[in-house]
């Protein structure tokens, strides 16, 4: 049954009144609602907030115990720990939540966070003014300049467990404010804290002179910047970098003829390099300070922006599936820890490429489910670090994102290498195939591993191929690219001659290699054969090489085919392509560039 309108359009008095009552009720309600939103936009618990908005309805003598409590349970927080929200309910409020399907669970420190701006609000609610306090209130500015410290410092102090609350202060403003009793609690239990305040105490005049010609005499010392200047004249004092740099400051306000040590500059597109080539070789931060006159802080942001370019601005290229985005991929893809220890190979040189061949039969091999489960792990690590990187500019990117995305990325480089030097036994069994000239072989195996690591980067693991088979067509097709004369003629005497005396080892890398190759060959010919008719086969089996051993293949020319078959030249290019994009829709894109190439 549709809902009737309250909103009478009658223009009597009566009407009239009736509307302003109700439109009065909808912005109460309107209002009640912006309240919620805003606050379900600074607490992150929906649960605590909820709570807050409960207490509008509470006795005030009430919520001022809550408040107690809630302060209480603040200061018992851990930020490793976790807490249920019906934990927190009864603490604050005395009783356990009605509704029992409430099962939250939260971080010690996003609780310690949300409970500060729940005693933020909760004050605000009820706020005193400070004239019917007995003790000293401060608001943030006026303990800032109590303590020679700036406002930052005393919110950083507040994350820290100074508690904060809202008070009246002159003329009714309603401000955050101190009291005496909370900041001593902070004090003496942060008793560092405590002792390196005393150095923020306000200083005399005649202090402030002492500084300003302790730091004239280091200023005329060549080579100081103004950062070793501060750090110098504030060693030599005992006080602060910040009230030593606050002073100097205010004296060169006043006195701009007189400049006390100057600034190097803005750090140059080379200098900054130095650094962070020599920050990425080990040199520690303060040794880097020295040298180039900078603050702690500037170094570390140098280096950060440094790390996120380099982290944007590499290209990192994947194989998506969908198993990507469903829930909890990061939990069971990554859930395995692996060891990538069994997998460490010696140096290989022309002088050891027996041994090397040796060595590798100790190296462990991948079975099929091995195999899938690496390549969906490598293609994860890289989705994850796209991902995680997009949309980050350089300067808002923190330093946990930066830390997370590289042990990606490096993971990820873990295991392609895992899976290079599993398959580097078929890289050498294919290069001494095609090797003509022994002084030719390192030559080859390079560029075998180079197309065994592009192979990597293209196999779509998702269309259940083996990588073996793949990685071995697209070697061989590398090679015979490189060596077409091998391909066409084939081995010449000497090769076989050296062939017959190579050891055992190398016969036996060469039989898996040859299997993998000729599986690979039989795998794409029976695609071919169940799916063309009789005139498309015989012209993509004889066009591309598929008739044939696979060190000799016989390939034709399409006007070879057309005289066979009694067609003109043209005729073959039109079943061709008519053909091909028959496979183009049956094989994957690495499986059709193979053929085609």
Not at 223 to 228: A, F, N, T, V
């Amino acid at each position: 049954m549709p809902r009737k309108n309250k909103i009478k359009p009658d223009g009597t008095i009566q009407d009239r009144q009736k509307n302003i009552v109700h439109f009065s009720r909808l912005y109460a309600k309107m209002d009640i609602w912006l309240k919620w939103e805003n606050l379900m936009r600074q607490i992150q618990s929906p649960n605590i907030a909820q709570l807050l908005m409960q207490m509008h309805f509470v006795p005030v003598a009430k919520r001022h115990r809550q408040l107690a409590e809630a302060e209480k349970l603040l200061a018992i927080v851990e930020k490793n720990k976790e807490y249920p929200y019906e934990f927190v309910c009864y603490r604050i409020t005395g009783y356990l939540p009605k509704t029992s399907t409430i099962k939250e669970v939260i971080k010690g420190d996003l609780l310690a966070e949300d409970l500060r701006l729940f005693i933020s609000k909760l004050s605000g609610q009820i706020a005193e003014p400070i004239v019917n306090l007995k003790e000293k209130i401060y608001t943030i500015e006026q303990l800032a300049a109590e303590l020679s410290v700036t406002t930052k410092t005393i919110n950083r102090w507040r994350k820290k467990g100074l508690v904060a609350k809202k008070f009246v202060f002159e003329a009714g403003q309603k401000k955050l404010g101190i009291t005496q009793s909370a900041l001593d609690k902070f004090m003496e239990a942060n008793p560092k804290l405590s002792k390196k305040t005393q150095r923020f105490k306000r200083l005399t005049a005649d202090e402030k002179r002492q500084i300003i010609k302790i730091a004239s005499k280091l200023a005329k010392k060549a080579g100081l910047s103004l950062y070793q200047i501060i750090e110098q004249t504030a060693k030599l004092t005992g006080r602060s970098h910040e009230t030593i740099r606050y002073t100097l400051l205010k004296y060169q306000q006043a006195h701009p003829d007189r400049i006390i040590g100057r600034g190097r500059g803005i750090i140059g597109t080379d200098q900054a390099a130095e650094i962070y080539k020599q920050f990425k070789e080990g040199e520690k931060v303060k040794r880097l300070i020295e040298k180039s006159g900078r603050s702690k802080s500037t170094l570390y942001r140098l280096i950060k922006m440094k790390r996120a370019r380099t982290l944007l601005g590499q290209k990192v290229e994947y194989i998506f599936s969908d198993e990507f985005t469903q829930d909890k991929a990061e939990e069971k893809i990554l859930a395995e820890k692996l060891d990538y220890k069994g997998y460490s190979l010696p140096e290989i040189s022309e002088k050891n490429i027996s041994e090397y061949a040796k060595h590798l039969q100790d190296t462990p091999t991948l079975n099929r489910q091995s195999e899938l489960n690496l390549f969906r792990r490598y293609n994860f690590l890289k989705y994850l670090v796209n991902t995680r990187r997009a949309g980050i500019r350089p300067a808002g990117i923190s330093g946990r994102q930066l830390d997370s995305i590289e042990h990606y990325l490096r993971e990820a480089q873990l295991i392609k290498k895992m899976i290079i030097e599993a398959n580097l036994r078929f890289v050498i069994a294919i290069a001494r195939k095609h090797n003509r000239d022994q002084t030719m072989l390192m030559d080859l195996i390079s560029e075998g591993i180079f197309s065994l690591m592009r192979a990597i980067e293209k196999f779509d693991y998702t269309k259940g191929f083996r990588f073996s088979t793949y990685a071995t067509w697209v070697i061989a097709k590398d090679f015979a690219r490189k060596t077409p004369e091998s391909a066409a003629s084939g081995r010449t005497a000497q090769v076989e001659t050296i062939q017959d005396n190579v050891d055992q080892n190398r016969r036996i890398a060469e039989a898996v290699d040859s299997g993998l190759i000729e599986q690979a060959r039989q795998s794409l010919t029976q695609v071919i054969r169940d799916n063309l008719d009789e005139r498309e086969q015989y012209v993509i089996l004889n066009h591309f090489g598929l008739i044939g051993s696979r060190i000799k293949k016989e390939k034709k020319t399409l006007q070879q085919i057309g005289e066979e078959l009694s067609l003109t030249k043209e005729r073959v290019r039109q079943i061709e392509l008519t053909a091909l994009q028959k496979l183009r829709q049956l094989l994957s894109m690495e499986e059709f560039e193979l053929l085609t190439e």
